[in-house]
């Protein structure tokens, strides 16, 4: 499906492109080029595929086991912190 010039000029407007001249020719063949693209894949038989959500979606992933790898320094870390309670950090009211 080639476009015309007054096509292209119209899509470079909806876009807010400016084309000088010479490029509307350049512009009509690839956005030609484009949409021959998407009339081939529209083609495409799919009446019977199963639509997935991801594509290895029934393959398990291997995983690491789930094994601590630092200590606990909570204590250390809030005992140079400003002002804490009950193991949280308190800050000054920014919002009133």
Known sequence: MPLDRN????????????????QIPFYASNLSKILDLVAHINDAQTENVVPLAHPLENLTQRMRDDKITETNERELFQSIAPDTDAGLYLVP???E
Do not use: D, P, Q
């Open 93 to 95: 009211k920014v919002i």
């Open 7 to 22: 096509e292209v000029e119209k899509i470079a407007h909806l876009a807010r492109l400016t084309l000088a001249e010479e």
